[in-house]
């Protein structure tokens, strides 16, 4: 794996890696999502609603940089 990865870089991506491989694009897709929904819920319980909307907004402009629109809420 790529060096200067954490502990729990290395879990995320094996544990979406072991998704992938069982189920397939569709059961990888579904845990990103849960993840990233748990890491949403982490964040605003932890940091407040106002920063999880500005992470939503610095998403959605890295989005629309790229060519990628796709709307976060």
């Given at each position: 794996m790529t060096p200067g990865l954490s502990d729990l870089d290395?879990?995320?991506i094996e544990a979406l890696s072991a998704r992938y491989a069982r189920g397939g694009e569709?059961?990888?897709d579904e845990a990103a999502s849960r993840l990233v929904i748990a890491i949403c819920a982490v964040l605003a319980h932890t940091r407040g609603m106002d920063r999880l909307?500005?992470?939503i907004n610095l998403v959605e402009a890295i989005g629309e940089v790229s060519g990628k629109r796709v709307p976060l809420h």
């Open positions: 290395r879990a995320v569709a059961a990888f909307r500005d992470l």
